[in-house]
C-alpha cells in the first residue's frame, strides 16, 4: 500500500530544541547594554555641561540688592569647589573600572555579585550602621587590564553586591586608588594615592586635584573630611606612601564642599596617622603629634614637662607609633592611646593621654608578641582597644593585658587594618588581598570570622 504521508512534511512537523547559548552570554549581553546607557548618559552629561557654560558666558545683570550669605573611621577624613575647578569629571571610557556597574551605594544587596578572584584592599562602614563598601581589585572576568571593583553590603558583611566603582586602576606610583571611606550613603571618596570623592553613592566619581601630592589618608566625620597629601615620596608600585618626608592637611565639608589647607609640616606620615573624633582630630606625622578641631587650626602638641613620661616614638625622628583616640578624646577629656614600637624586634609601648597628648601615662604591651609587626589600633566606643598585627589581631580592655583574639582561620601573613563602628562591631583586612575576605566581629574583637567578597 502506498504511503502518501510526505517525509520531508513528516520531519518538520517534529518537536525542535532550542540550543542554549554559550556559557557567559547573558553576562557579556547586559554588560554590553550597561555600557551602552554609560555612553548614552556621558553624551547627555555633556549636553548639559555645554548650556551651563554657555549660561555662564552671557552678562550678568547688576543687582542693587546685596548678597548675604551663610558663612569614624572604618577602614576610615584655597581652592575653588569641588565641582568648578578642584575637581575633574570622572571619564566614563569604556574600561572595566569605570563601566561595569552604576549601581550606588544604596542598592547594596540588589545587584550581581562581585567578580570571582576578588581581592579587597579597604572597607568602610557607615557609623552606627550596618551598610557598608569594600574597594579592591577585581579578578580574571575583569579582562587583561587592571580593574578596580567596589562592593557594597546593608548587613555588614554577610552579603555583598558590585557597585560602581571610580575609573582609576590600583596604585601604581602617584596614580590609582587603594582606599575607601564614606561619611554617609552619599558622600565618599576613594583615595591612595589619587583621590576621587563621589555625592550620589559611587554611581559617579570625580577626580579631585586641589589636594595636592600624593593622598596618603583621609578622615570623615560630623560633616567634615580631612585628607592628608604627602610630599618627596619615592613613591614605586603599591608603596606610594614610602619615604614621604612632608604633609599638607586639607579640609572640605562632606556635600561637595572646596577643599581648604588647614596646616602643614615635615615627617612621614603613613595610613591610619590621621584620627578624628565627633569634634576633635589628630595626626601623627614623624615624631610630632599635631591636633586641632574640625573646623579650626591645627598645631604640634607639646609634652608638657610634668608628664609622668614621654612616649619614645614622639622623642625621635625615626620613631613610629599608632594613635586611637576614644570618641570624647579632647585637651579637656576622653583618652587618646598610643602604642609605639611598632616594627618587629622592637620594645612595644602602649601610652595613654587624658589631655590631648600633653602628658601621658606608660602602660604595657603584657601578651602582645614581640616578633609581631603592630599595623593598625582601633578603639570601640565602649573601651576595649584593638590591635591587628603580623601574627593576628589582639584586644585588651585596660591597655596593659592583652589577649588574642579568636580567628576562624589561619591568615598567613596577619593584619594590615582593623576598625570598629560599634562596641560591638568591627572589620579587619588581611594583608594578603588573594584571600578575597575580610573579617568581621560582633563581639567587641574577641572573636572573627571571615565575609567572603564573592
Given at each position: 500500500?502506498?504511503?502518501?504521508?510526505?517525509?520531508?512534511?513528516?520531519?518538520?512537523?517534529?518537536?525542535?530544541?532550542?540550543?542554549?547559548?554559550?556559557?557567559?552570554?547573558?553576562?557579556?549581553v547586559?554588560?554590553?547594554?550597561?555600557?551602552?546607557?554609560a555612553?548614552?548618559?556621558?553624551?547627555?552629561?555633556?549636553?548639559?555641561?555645554?548650556l551651563?557654560?554657555?549660561?555662564?558666558?552671557?552678562?550678568r545683570?547688576?543687582?542693587?540688592?546685596?548678597?548675604?550669605?551663610?558663612?569614624?573611621?572604618?577602614?576610615?577624613?584655597?581652592?575653588?569647589?569641588?565641582?568648578?575647578?578642584?575637581?575633574?569629571?570622572?571619564?566614563?571610557?569604556?574600561?572595566?573600572?569605570?563601566s561595569?556597574?552604576?549601581?550606588p551605594?544604596?542598592?547594596?544587596?540588589?545587584?550581581?555579585?562581585?567578580?570571582?578572584?576578588?581581592?579587597?584592599?579597604?572597607?568602610?562602614?557607615?557609623?552606627?550602621?550596618?551598610?557598608?563598601a569594600?574597594?579592591?581589585?577585581?579578578?580574571?572576568?575583569?579582562?587583561?587590564?587592571p580593574?578596580?571593583v567596589?562592593?557594597?553590603?546593608?548587613?555588614?558583611?554577610?552579603?555583598?553586591?558590585?557597585?560602581?566603582?571610580?575609573?582609576?586602576?590600583?596604585?601604581?606610583?602617584?596614580?590609582?586608588?587603594?582606599q575607601?571611606r564614606?561619611?554617609?550613603?552619599?558622600?565618599?571618596?576613594?583615595?591612595?594615592?589619587?583621590?576621587?570623592?563621589?555625592?550620589?553613592?559611587?554611581?559617579?566619581?570625580?577626580?579631585?586635584?586641589?589636594?595636592?601630592?600624593?593622598?596618603?589618608?583621609?578622615?570623615t566625620?560630623?560633616?567634615?573630611?580631612?585628607?592628608?597629601?604627602?610630599?618627596?615620596?619615592?613613591?614605586?608600585?603599591?608603596?606610594?606612601?614610602?619615604?614621604?618626608?612632608?604633609?599638607?592637611?586639607y579640609?572640605?565639608?562632606?556635600?561637595?564642599?572646596?577643599?581648604?589647607?588647614?596646616?602643614?609640616?615635615?615627617?612621614?606620615?603613613?595610613?591610619?596617622?590621621?584620627?578624628?573624633?565627633?569634634?576633635?582630630?589628630?595626626?601623627?606625622?614623624?615624631h610630632?603629634?599635631?591636633a586641632?578641631?574640625?573646623?579650626?587650626?591645627?598645631?604640634?602638641?607639646?609634652?608638657?614637662?610634668?608628664?609622668?613620661?614621654?612616649?619614645?616614638?614622639?622623642t625621635?625622628?625615626?620613631?613610629?607609633?599608632?594613635?586611637?583616640?576614644?570618641?570624647?578624646?579632647?585637651?579637656?577629656?576622653?583618652?587618646?592611646?598610643?602604642?609605639?614600637?611598632?616594627?618587629?624586634?622592637?620594645?612595644?609601648?602602649?601610652?595613654?593621654?587624658?589631655?590631648?597628648?600633653?602628658?601621658?601615662?606608660a602602660?604595657?604591651a603584657?601578651?602582645?608578641?614581640?616578633?609581631?609587626?603592630?599595623?593598625?589600633?582601633?578603639?570601640?566606643?565602649?573601651?576595649?582597644?584593638?590591635?591587628?598585627t603580623?601574627a593576628?589581631?589582639?584586644?585588651?580592655?585596660?591597655?596593659?593585658?592583652?589577649?588574642?583574639?579568636?580567628?576562624?582561620?589561619?591568615?598567613?601573613?596577619?593584619?594590615?587594618?582593623?576598625?570598629?563602628?560599634t562596641?560591638?562591631?568591627?572589620?579587619?583586612?588581611?594583608?594578603?588581598?588573594?584571600?578575597?575576605?575580610?573579617?568581621?566581629?560582633?563581639?567587641?574583637?574577641?572573636?572573627?570570622?571571615?565575609?567572603?567578597?564573592?
Open positions: 500500500m502506498t504511503n502518501h504521508r510526505d517525509p520531508i512534511e513528516q520531519w518538520l512537523s517534529k518537536d525542535i530544541e532550542l540550543l542554549q547559548p554559550p556559557q557567559g552570554t547573558f553576562r557579556r547586559r554588560r554590553r547594554a550597561r555600557q551602552r546607557k555612553v548614552q548618559a556621558a553624551g547627555v552629561a555633556a549636553g548639559v555641561a555645554v551651563v557654560a554657555a549660561g555662564a558666558a552671557l552678562p545683570l547688576t543687582s542693587n540688592h546685596s548678597q548675604g550669605g551663610n558663612p569614624y573611621k572604618v577602614g576610615t577624613s584655597s581652592p575653588s569647589h569641588a565641582t568648578s575647578g578642584s575637581a575633574k569629571p570622572a571619564s566614563r571610557t569604556p574600561r572595566p573600572s569605570a561595569r556597574h552604576l549601581l551605594l544604596s542598592s547594596a544587596g540588589t545587584g550581581e555579585r562581585p567578580p570571582a578572584g576578588f581581592r579587597p584592599s579597604s572597607v568602610t562602614f557607615i557609623q552606627q550602621g550596618a551598610l557598608g569594600v574597594i579592591g581589585q577585581g579578578g580574571p572576568s575583569c579582562g587583561p587590564a580593574c578596580t567596589v562592593a557594597a553590603t546593608r548587613n555588614y558583611g554577610q552579603r555583598w553586591t558590585e557597585i560602581a566603582a571610580p575609573p582609576a586602576g590600583p596604585p601604581a606610583g602617584s596614580s590609582g586608588v587603594s575607601i564614606f561619611a554617609d550613603s552619599r558622600d565618599g571618596w576613594a583615595f591612595g594615592p589619587q583621590l576621587y570623592a563621589t555625592h550620589d553613592g559611587g554611581a559617579r566619581w570625580a577626580k579631585i586635584t586641589s589636594v595636592g601630592g600624593v593622598v596618603v589618608d583621609l578622615s566625620v560630623s560633616g567634615r573630611v580631612l585628607a592628608v597629601g604627602a610630599a618627596g615620596c619615592k613613591a614605586t608600585g603599591a608603596k606610594y606612601a614610602a619615604g614621604c618626608t612632608s604633609f599638607m592637611l579640609r572640605a565639608r562632606t556635600t561637595r564642599g572646596s577643599w581648604q589647607t588647614v596646616t602643614g609640616g615635615s615627617g612621614l606620615v603613613t595610613p591610619g596617622a590621621l584620627q578624628l573624633t565627633p569634634g576633635y582630630g589628630y595626626l601623627l606625622a614623624g610630632r603629634l599635631w586641632g578641631s574640625l573646623r579650626g587650626a591645627w598645631r604640634p602638641v607639646l609634652v608638657s614637662p610634668a608628664s609622668p613620661v614621654t612616649p619614645a616614638c614622639l625621635s625622628a625615626a620613631g613610629h607609633g599608632l594613635i586611637a583616640p576614644t570618641p570624647a578624646s579632647s585637651p579637656s577629656g576622653g583618652t587618646l592611646y598610643l602604642v609605639c614600637g611598632v616594627a618587629a624586634g622592637q620594645k612595644r609601648t602602649v601610652y595613654a593621654s587624658g589631655d590631648g597628648g600633653r602628658s601621658w601615662q602602660g604595657a603584657r601578651g602582645l608578641p614581640a616578633s609581631a609587626t603592630a599595623t593598625s589600633l582601633a578603639v570601640s566606643p565602649a573601651g576595649p582597644l584593638v590591635l591587628a603580623s593576628g589581631i589582639y584586644f585588651s580592655t585596660d591597655a596593659r593585658a592583652w589577649h588574642r583574639a579568636a580567628v576562624h582561620q589561619q591568615v598567613t601573613g596577619g593584619f594590615g587594618f582593623v576598625g570598629m563602628t562596641a560591638a562591631s568591627g572589620v579587619a583586612v588581611p594583608v594578603n588581598s588573594g584571600l578575597h575576605e575580610v573579617f568581621i566581629t560582633r563581639d567587641g574583637g574577641r572573636s572573627w570570622r571571615r565575609s567572603v567578597i564573592r
